[in-house]
């Protein structure tokens, strides 16, 4: 059951949180890309950017996903009306399988290593923009709510947004901002992370925030980017009840929703699939909420005008390779994600790229099909050539740092070849996706073998590295650190980490 929060942000506490989480560039700065217009019915379509955490796509009807214990219930039946009227991309990979980095590139058009927020330590260099900051610029109305810890403004979000706001409970307080924020409120970080696994049903205060900030002063007649982070799927598993019985009908067991990272317990078979079925709950409850934005934004005149992106920042493990949870692999079950893009008038309806992509791309796809000039400064690309002209591979790039373990993978992905170099190790593992789709075989050899994948591989590897960009470090005491490691987040990181240990 979710805990109360002590105060929450309720709408007349909107300014008060604006100057706790401010946004940061002027949202009357003249326009520079787009077409200039000031209505959303006019060229400068509304663009929204959505991300789900936690979402694997093989857990998703779009892509073939039949539950378990209710073979006739789609997991994301209104995401597959989208799909049915854009574009979906068949092996779109995380950028890194945990929240932060993850989320950092997506936001950023740019891989782990390029924008080195790659460990809680780092937040964002001051001088590189998030594609917020693009479309503020060209005169668009920004907002963007969160629900989720690792999205704070402490490690370089919220730049360029007007509004740029916690939109879970558990976040939407002053101490619990002050608390992430800042060291020193050891009690409250760890009572604010225990209430991010058991707030539930956060998707509906997502979409009850974002709707009042369009609504008010009519944001929605003008031009907007709104970006919308939806936290449910995530683990524990606390789905409304009506949705864990969907999937799982008649349900008489005992295990529950927050067992799944309670890693000295056992889990049967039997009660890994109630598991699932709870994550399926979850997915389904995140969808309807997705859906019931969409309704409002049609009673509002709006929805065919809608450019929208919904993507994952990494999937959950279930014991495949025996994890669980994430953070752990660059495997499929976490890097595999979701990628739907549609543009009612310009994406030809029920497209599906095959192409290996990677969500560094989706911000500036959105760019693009809004006018908005592209970035030069960065690998993401547009990806609107796949669709429109050649279903040709990206190289995509993976990543997971671990100081504390020791731990730092680089993955390369083209195509159905996948590559993971294990720099402590000095070992190169490839995985056929084709003849293995599950991983079980790969193949295992040094990391300079004379084989043309593997050095495609890490000449790859050496452009990203070249690209790294400064960082900014997050002033956390060892303290808050071991107490987040307590509650399961900060066991990557060490209260001294070196930057130099990277090269």
């Known amino acids: ?15 008060a949180a604006l100057l706790l989480l401010p946004a940061c560039s002027d949202s009357d700065t003249p326009g520079n890309g787009g077409n200039g217009t000031s209505s959303a019915s006019g060229d400068q379509r509304p663009v929204i950017l959505i991300s789900i955490d936690s979402l694997r796509a093989d857990f998703v009807s779009v892509y073939g996903h039949k539950p378990k214990f209710a073979p006739d219930q789609a997991t994301m039946p209104f995401l597959q009306e989208l799909a049915d009227n854009g574009v979906v991309f068949e092996n779109a990979s995380a950028a890194s399988p ?11 058009g740019m891989n782990p290593v390029e924008h080195g927020v790659r460990s809680r330590k780092f937040s964002l260099d001051k001088d590189i923009e998030l594609v917020s900051d693009r479309f503020q610029q060209a005169g668009y109305k920004t907002g963007g709510f969160f629900s989720a810890p690792f999205l704070h403004p402490a490690w370089g979000f919220g730049r360029g947004f007007d509004v740029y706001m916690p939109s879970a409970d558990y976040l939407g307080t002053i101490d619990a901002g002050n608390a992430l924020s800042a060291a020193g409120k050891s009690d409250e970080v760890v009572e604010i992370h225990h209430q991010s696994h ?5 998707g509906a205060q997502v979409v009850d925030r974002a709707l009042a900030w369009l609504e008010q002063d009519k944001n929605y007649e003008d031009p907007f980017f709104l970006f919308l982070h939806f936290w ?6 606390f789905p409304p009840t009506e949705y864990a019985e969907m999937f799982h009908p008649g349900y008489d067991g005992d295990m529950v929703g927050d067992e799944l990272m309670k890693l000295d317990r056992p889990i049967s078979p039997d009660e890994m699939d109630h598991l699932k079925a709870l994550y399926e709950a979850e997915i389904r409850y995140t969808d309807d909420q997705i859906r019931r934005l969409f309704a409002r934004l049609e009673e509002l005149g709006i929805a065919d005008d809608v450019i929208v992106a919904i993507v994952s920042d990494h999937g959950d493990e279930f014991e495949e390779h025996g994890n669980r949870g994430h953070h752990l692999t660059l495997l499929e079950e976490v890097m595999h994600v979701p990628m739907v893009i549609s543009a009612p008038g310009v994406i030809d309806s029920a497209k599906r790229v095959e192409a290996s992509v990677s969500i560094r791309d989706a911000a500036p796809t959105l760019m693009d099909l809004a006018g908005l000039p592209a970035w030069t400064d960065r690998s993401g690309l547009s990806l609107r050539p796949l669709w429109e002209d050649e279903d040709i591979h990206r190289e995509v790039s993976l990543d997971l740092l671990r100081p504390a373990k020791r731990m730092q993978l680089v993955g390369y992905r083209h195509g159905m070849l996948k590559g993971i170099r294990d ?3 000095r070992t190169f593992t490839v995985y056929d996706l084709v003849a293995d789709p599950g991983e079980l075989s790969p193949s295992v050899g040094a990391e300079n073998a004379d084989k043309p994948f593997t050095k495609a591989a890490l000449g790859f590897f050496a452009i990203v590295a070249d690209s790294r960009h400064q960082t900014g470090l997050v002033k956390e005491t060892a303290e808050i650190t071991n107490l987040l490691d307590q509650v399961g987040y900060a066991e990557s990181e060490a209260p001294q980490y070196n930057p130099e240990s990277e090269e």
């Open 1 to 15: 059951m979710a805990l109360p929060s002590s105060h929450p942000l309720l709408p007349s506490l909107l300014a």
């Open 98 to 108: 945990w929240t932060l980095p993850s989320h950092m590139t997506l936001l950023t």
């Open 198 to 202: 058991t707030d539930n049903e956060t």
């Open 232 to 237: 449910d799927p995530h683990y524990d598993y």
């Open 423 to 425: 720099v402590p190790k």
